[in-house]
């Protein structure tokens, strides 16, 4: 190994603010996998870049290695093994994270709907976001890790499948994310970009959305860092070959109705149905549905792809492909009208202690409730009680009466829920009714394109709107 190579050398020299060549870059990708780089080496170089960053070429090579460090999956040898059906495009959406987001319990169904494959790798939840398995793990019977017939049956059967990355996915990420965890470098914007694409890539797709969180409920908190990343995810996909598109979305309240894992798959049924579809949780998912149609190929333009959306929704056909794929990955057979969902032993109303309108919602303090509700996780080995969440969740400037329902508590125990009464009342703030009060950001606040990285929209304060 030549000098340049060893770990200290390549640690020096990110440190002393210098880019590194592919040449280093695989070699740290490679002592990531087969150990030969330690743990105190790799934090160290994983501090070095959240202070001094990455060009883009630098988190493009990094992207690469990672993606090649495992398995890679090869959508075209799986056509030609499988027979008809699987000719499609391989389409894929990513969330940052935040309380309530079941988007891809929709979008999934509806982009395979109108003709796109969707083998959805997804993830579980940790801190105070939730995560898509955990919500579809509610499901008695539910597959996260299928076997290769299981899940060819199941896209041929639904077009989608929402299922758990395999050991040799992108392996590099899994431990270099275990180290950036504890180690305070979860936060920088090129060991994020890299962890996210790494998989996507790995997975052989041909198009991806990326819905970016913003607000205090989201890992970015600031309209110009969520601009940031959503430009980095979007140049490093476009500079790997992978084309793709990022919305910003608001996530300054909860989206839907409710947030826990089993509450959270009930309420994506009865909006598959059309039985109750909250605006802000519709308009994202339809955004997003119709992005990714644009990007794979499937619309002419945006409002053919918004129609095609919307269509496949209203047609009932979105939940015929949501049903087939829970019967195919082992859930209920009928999920749309008996989903057999755990429910909470207790549940209670959250009465509004004075008039008011509800003009500000601490949604990281909501998520936080969950966790000690036991409907998340401290450590990613902590068991998820599917049971316990919130739902009739209310949104921003809605007016209410004194001994009125702010929300519903489900919870495993009195003793649970007489504990989260008191966090629950502090994250929301009920403003005397007819004072002033800050208007919510739209819920889509900006778009980041695909194939320009040109940022359009805005958030409060600036000159035009993305909605």
């Given at each position: 190994?030549?000098?340049?190579?060893?770990?200290?050398?390549?640690?020096?020299?990110?440190?002393?603010?210098?880019?590194?060549?592919?040449p280093?870059?695989?070699?740290?990708?490679?002592?990531?996998?087969?150990?030969?780089?330690?743990?105190?080496?790799?934090?160290?170089?994983?501090?070095a870049?959240l202070?001094?960053?990455?060009?883009?070429?630098?988190?493009?090579?990094?992207?690469?290695?990672?993606?090649?460090?495992?398995?890679?999956?090869c959508?075209?040898?799986?056509?030609?093994?499988?027979?008809?059906?699987?000719?499609?495009?391989?389409?894929?959406?990513h969330?940052?994270?935040?309380?309530?987001?079941?988007?891809?319990?929709?979008?999934?169904?509806?982009?395979?709907?109108?003709?796109?494959?969707?083998?959805?790798i997804?993830?579980?939840?940790?801190?105070?976001?939730?995560?898509?398995?955990?919500k579809?793990?509610?499901?008695?019977?539910?597959?996260?890790?299928?076997?290769?017939?299981?899940?060819?049956?199941?896209?041929?059967?639904?077009?989608?499948?929402?299922?758990?990355?395999?050991?040799?996915?992108?392996?590099?990420?899994?431990?270099?994310?275990?180290?950036?965890?504890?180690?305070?470098?979860?936060?920088?914007?090129p060991?994020?970009?890299?962890?996210?694409?790494?998989?996507?890539?790995?997975?052989g797709?041909q198009?991806?959305?990326?819905?970016?969180?913003l607000?205090?409920?989201?890992?970015?908190?600031?309209?110009?860092?969520?601009?940031?990343?959503?430009?980095?995810?979007?140049?490093?996909?476009?500079?790997?070959?992978l084309?793709?598109a990022?919305?910003?979305?608001?996530?300054n309240?909860?989206?839907?109705?409710s947030?826990?894992?089993?509450?959270?798959?009930?309420?994506?049924?009865?909006?598959?149905?059309g039985?109750?579809?909250?605006?802000?949780?519709?308009?994202?998912?339809?955004?997003?549905?119709?992005?990714?149609?644009?990007l794979?190929?499937?619309?002419?333009?945006?409002?053919?792809?918004?129609?095609?959306?919307?269509?496949?929704?209203?047609?009932?056909?979105?939940?015929?492909?949501?049903?087939?794929?829970?019967?195919?990955?082992?859930?209920?057979?009928?999920?749309?009208?008996?989903?057999?969902l755990?429910?909470?032993?207790?549940?209670?109303?959250?009465?509004?202690?004075?008039?008011?309108?509800?003009?500000?919602?601490?949604?990281?303090?909501?998520?936080?409730v969950?966790?000690?509700?036991?409907?998340?996780?401290?450590?990613?080995?902590?068991a998820?009680?599917p049971?316990?969440?919130?739902?009739?969740?209310?949104?921003?400037?809605?007016?209410?009466?004194?001994g009125?329902?702010?929300?519903?508590?489900?919870?495993?125990?009195?003793?649970?829920?007489?504990?989260a009464?008191?966090?629950?009342?502090a994250?929301?703030?009920?403003a005397?009714?007819?004072?002033?009060?800050?208007?919510?950001?739209?819920?889509v606040?900006?778009?980041?394109?695909?194939?320009?990285?040109?940022?359009?929209?805005?958030?409060?304060?600036?000159?035009t709107?993305?909605?």
């Amino acid at each position: 190994m030549s000098a340049e190579l060893l770990p200290a050398e390549i640690i020096r020299a990110k440190r002393d603010r210098r880019t590194l060549s592919a040449p280093q870059i695989q070699s740290f990708v490679r002592g990531l996998v087969d150990g030969s780089w330690g743990e105190g080496q790799i934090a160290a170089l994983a501090m070095a870049v959240l202070l001094n960053g990455m060009t883009r070429d630098e988190a493009v090579l990094l992207t690469r290695a990672m993606t090649y460090s495992g398995q890679l999956l090869c959508w075209d040898e799986v056509v030609r093994d499988s027979g008809a059906g699987l000719d499609k495009p391989v389409l894929d959406k990513h969330s940052t994270g935040g309380v309530g987001d079941k988007v891809s319990l929709m979008l999934a169904p509806i982009v395979a709907a109108c003709g796109g494959l969707v083998p959805m790798i997804s993830g579980r939840g940790l801190g105070h976001t939730g995560g898509t398995l955990d919500k579809l793990q509610s499901l008695p019977g539910y597959r996260i890790d299928p076997s290769r017939a299981q899940l060819l049956a199941c896209l041929r059967a639904a077009g989608c499948a929402i299922i758990g990355a395999s050991a040799d996915l992108a392996p590099a990420d899994k431990r270099l994310y275990a180290i950036r965890d504890v180690t305070a470098t979860v936060e920088s914007l090129p060991l994020i970009t890299a962890s996210i694409l790494s998989k996507k890539l790995a997975a052989g797709l041909q198009a991806l959305v990326l819905d970016v969180k913003l607000g205090n409920g989201a890992f970015m908190t600031t309209l110009p860092d969520a601009q940031a990343l959503a430009h980095s995810l979007v140049d490093v996909a476009g500079a790997a070959g992978l084309p793709s598109a990022a919305l910003i979305t608001d996530m300054n309240q909860p989206l839907g109705r409710s947030a826990g894992n089993a509450l959270e798959v009930a309420e994506a049924v009865a909006f598959l149905t059309g039985a109750e579809r909250e605006p802000r949780l519709l308009k994202v998912t339809l955004d997003l549905s119709a992005r990714l149609l644009q990007l794979g190929g499937l619309a002419r333009d945006a409002v053919d792809a918004m129609h095609l959306a919307q269509a496949a929704l209203s047609s009932g056909r979105a939940a015929e492909q949501f049903a087939r794929m829970v019967a195919a990955l082992g859930g209920p057979r009928d999920v749309l009208r008996d989903a057999q969902l755990p429910a909470a032993p207790l549940q209670r109303a959250l009465l509004a202690p004075c008039d008011g309108v509800l003009s500000h919602v601490d949604t990281r303090a909501l998520g936080l409730v969950l966790v000690e509700l036991g409907g998340g996780r401290r450590l990613a080995s902590d068991a998820v009680d599917p049971r316990v969440g919130l739902s009739q969740l209310l949104p921003l400037g809605t007016l209410v009466r004194a001994g009125e329902p702010l929300l519903q508590l489900h919870a495993a125990s009195a003793a649970a829920a007489d504990a989260a009464q008191a966090a629950l009342l502090a994250a929301l703030t009920l403003a005397e009714p007819g004072v002033p009060e800050s208007v919510a950001a739209p819920v889509v606040i900006a778009r980041i394109d695909a194939r320009t990285g040109a940022h359009t929209g805005a958030h409060t304060g600036a000159h035009t709107s993305a909605s």
